[in-house]
């Protein structure tokens, strides 16, 4: 049991570069959230989707689009990369039988865009 | 929009000591609030999740609070231990998205 697993963990691009960023549970959760952690922001919230086939903006959407056409992977692309994405990408998945099922986190991506 | 804080930013204590984290939110309409632990350069590792109907939660030394109407919550952790060193965050659930604060990082001192 892999839990959330990440791919890759370093990715160098420079500006306008194209990427996506690839997470994978195999718990069988319905929702999974791609964050962003910056240091003294916290982590921030990209986008999220309840089951397959749906996304949902989180609170910095701009710059990121994410696709689940299968309920164990959640993409996130970075279309045009800019300097203000380098940060640290987390995924995580979490059951929706339930409002108080726990989140579960992947390792991260450590991200720079030069 | 919800706020989540963590005071304080950074927290040293003597191996052995008791101590106290805090984490507060401005809307008290939250389903759960969850605390993690974060080594650095890792992932989050989910240490206590409190559902809004309760008051606490405990995994062995680790003891969580949630007190919803006045917006608060506290990690309590017993007999601290050096390898306790890490960066804390919580983060609340109003609906299906998940608030965090920018954590309290804790260093025990052997």
């Known amino acids: 049991n892999a839990g959330v697993t990440q791919t890759p963990k370093f990715r160098v691009l420079k500006t306008g570069q194209s990427m996506t960023l690839l997470c994978a549970q195999d718990m069988n959760h319905e929702y999974m959230y791609w964050y962003r952690q910056d240091p003294g922001m916290g982590l921030r919230l990209i986008h999220y989707?309840?089951?397959?086939?749906?996304?949902a903006k989180g609170e910095v959407p701009d710059g990121y689009n994410v696709s689940r056409l299968k309920k164990q992977n959640f993409l996130l692309g970075l279309e045009s990369a800019a300097p203000s994405q380098t940060s640290v990408y987390f995924c995580?998945?979490?059951?929706?039988?339930?409002?108080?099922?726990?989140?579960?986190f992947g390792p991260g991506t450590r991200l720079t865009v030069l | 929009k919800q706020e989540v804080t963590q005071i304080p930013a950074a927290l040293s204590v003597p191996e052995g000591e008791n101590l106290v984290l805090n984490c507060s939110f401005t809307d008290s309409a939250i389903y759960n609030l969850q605390w993690f632990r974060q080594d650095p350069g890792k992932g989050l590792t989910s240490l206590l999740l409190?559902?809004?109907?309760?008051r606490e939660q405990t995994s062995g030394r680790l003891n969580a609070s949630l007190d919803k109407s006045s917006g608060r919550s506290t990690l309590y952790i017993a007999a601290s231990q050096p390898g306790d060193s890490a960066t804390y965050l919580c983060?609340?659930?109003?609906?299906?998205?998940?608030?965090f604060g920018t954590g309290t990082s804790l260093t025990v001192i052997p």
């Open positions: 989707s309840v089951g397959e086939g749906t996304t």
């Open positions: 983060a609340v659930m109003p609906g299906n998205q998940f608030y």
């Open positions: 409190i559902q809004s109907s309760q």
């Open positions: 995580a998945s979490r059951s929706g039988t339930r409002s108080y099922n726990e989140q579960f």
